[in-house]
């Protein structure tokens, strides 16, 4: 694993935006067998946005932030308190028998989201931070995964986490969703009922790029209209409203 991992390291350190980084996990968690990866970064005062780099289903990840299961997910309340990665699965939510976080695991459940491995991030900038891999595997090979590679795991987090704290410093998040600061500009300019002939007008760019940002967009959040990709903005910064 030593010739793949420096390879993640140098693919790390190229990687720009959002995009490169999230192919990068994609490839490192290939080779651990793991289809299913999410990074999340979340304010524990509640003050600002969820961050959130995965390749979970975007229907699912909408759905998530939209209830605001963050805030009562088990598995987050155990990467507060735990330093090293642990094991996970449906049977989680018996612990905090409360009516929302079983529906949390059902409907996790759909999208095949039933066991996992959490690897938690140590951030003192007051933001919980963790990496979750999650799997339709037997729980009793996940634990053998996780004895074989807790290590590498713990390594490949961290390293991924301190990238990610950098590029988001460069991004806007709406919803936990990264966008670029184009793709955020052409929205915000949308929100205030704007067309995209405007805001390429306004931005320097012609209306067909604008137009293009504008629908990458409202496919990162996971709508069917820029109408709906605005309502999404105007939830995340109230003010915009």
């Known amino acids: 694993m030593q010739k793949e991992f420096d390879v993640f390291l140098e693919k790390l350190d190229h990687s720009v935006d959002e995009s490169d980084i999230k192919g990068v996990l994609d490839t490192i968690f290939?080779?651990?067998?793991?289809?299913?990866?999410?990074?999340?970064?979340?304010?524990?005062?509640?003050?600002?946005?969820?961050?959130?780099?995965?390749?979970?289903?975007?229907?699912?990840?909408?759905?998530?932030?939209?209830?605001?299961?963050?805030?009562?997910?088990?598995?987050i309340a155990r990467a507060q308190v735990d330093s090293g990665p642990f094991l996970w699965d449906v049977n989680f939510a018996t612990s905090s028998p409360v009516q929302k976080v079983c529906r949390l695991f059902d409907e996790a459940s759909e999208y095949g989201i039933k066991y996992g491995i959490t690897i938690p991030v140590n951030d003192r900038r007051c933001f919980v931070a963790a990496m979750t891999l999650a799997s339709e595997f037997p729980f009793s090979t996940l634990y053998r995964r996780k004895q074989d590679f807790s290590l590498a795991l713990q390594l490949i987090t961290t390293c991924f986490h301190r990238k990610a704290r950098k590029i988001f410093n460069n991004n806007c998040v709406v919803d936990g969703v990264f966008l670029t600061k184009r793709e955020f500009e052409c929205l915000q300019w949308a929100a205030k009922g704007k067309s995209a002939w405007e805001i390429g007008q306004i931005l320097g760019i012609t209306r067909r790029t604008a137009a293009f940002h504008l629908d990458n967009a409202r496919q990162k959040l996971g709508v069917r209209t820029i109408a709906q990709a605005v309502v999404r903005l105007a939830s995340s910064y109230p003010s915009m409203r």
């Open 30 to 75: 290939s080779r651990f067998g793991f289809g299913k990866f999410a990074y999340v970064s979340i304010p524990v005062d509640r003050c600002g946005s969820p961050r959130l780099i995965s390749n979970y289903p975007v229907s699912w990840t909408s759905r998530y932030f939209e209830q605001k299961y963050e805030y009562i997910d088990p598995v």
